[in-house]
């Protein structure tokens, strides 16, 4: 699994680190920005209008990005915007309108990734079905499918590729499948996409994490601990702390992405399983 920042590479290769840093901005600044405007619609909703007052319940980028949290997004790949402000004296219930504002940001994420996954497969099921079927592995063509040993493999130039494996790293295909069936600008958007659905997944988990001032801190606070809802200053500092050492040290990259990994290689079998039953391989 890559490592979420780009530090190390910038240094290794500056020209394609750079091409991927710009066809994943568009995707973290959009996942960024959807996940903080839900917190400010979902306050608004339960009587709380600081947020939309503040002009915080919207999309633009500009509105909610933190100058550190984009410095860490762009080196290493795990960022942060400024949390949306509420006053939780305005709530209708105390307790319960903080558990929905806090579960908000995440849900949001978890839906972005949902519905990435699904333009995601569904491309990769428009190019499988627009690349022809030969009866050898010793066919011509560049780009074909086929079957070893009597399972369906891909062949794309000098190799060939198990479908069933191929659909575990549904974002990996760029390269393999998208742009050698649709062309080379289809594979960057391709990779653009692939970004906004890891982004997604990534801080999902991510604000999952029970520390404040994250999203899970508010979580379990809220169904279990019982206690004020805002950690003291003290409690968010050394946090914070832990947290950057976890992110700085690496420990927090290793973590994210054996989750993010296991949950898209579950997505993966399930589409294989879709696939499989539509007849696409």
Request: charged share 10%; hydrophobic share 55%.
């Amino acid at each position: 699994m890559q490592n979420f920042g780009i530090l190390g590479d910038l240094f290794a290769d500056p020209r394609a680190t750079l091409i991927v840093l710009l066809l994943a901005l568009p995707g973290r600044l959009l996942a960024i920005s959807a996940h903080e405007a839900a917190h400010g619609w979902v306050a608004d909703r339960c009587g709380d209008p600081t947020a939309r007052m503040l002009g915080r319940v919207t999309l633009n980028p500009l509105k909610h990005l933190d100058p550190v949290g984009l410095v860490c997004m762009l080196v290493l790949g795990i960022g942060w915007a400024k949390p949306v402000p509420v006053n939780p004296r305005n709530y209708r219930n105390y307790r319960r309108d903080d558990l929905k504002v806090s579960i908000a940001g995440i849900a949001m994420n978890l839906l972005l990734f949902a519905a990435g996954c699904i333009v995601m497969y569904a491309v990769i099921a428009a190019a499988l079905a627009s690349i022809p079927v030969r009866a050898s592995l010793n066919a011509a063509d560049a780009l074909f499918r086929t079957t070893a040993d009597g399972v369906p493999v891909l062949v794309s130039g000098q190799y060939y590729y198990y479908i069933s494996d191929l659909l575990r790293y549904g974002i990996g295909l760029s390269d393999v499948l998208i742009a050698p069936a649709f062309g080379s600008v289809a594979g960057y958007a391709y990779q653009m996409l692939g970004y906004f659905v890891m982004t997604n997944l990534v801080l999902a988990i991510f604000n999952l994490i029970p520390l404040p001032p994250l999203d899970g801190y508010h979580v379990l606070n809220d169904l279990i601990l019982k206690g004020r809802l805002f950690a003291t200053r003290q409690a968010q500092g050394i946090s914070m702390a832990i947290l950057y050492l976890a992110m700085f040290s690496g420990a927090l990259s290793e973590v994210l992405s054996r989750a993010y990994a296991g949950v898209l290689t579950g997505v993966g079998a399930l589409m294989s399983a879709v696939f499989r039953a539509f007849g696409l391989f």
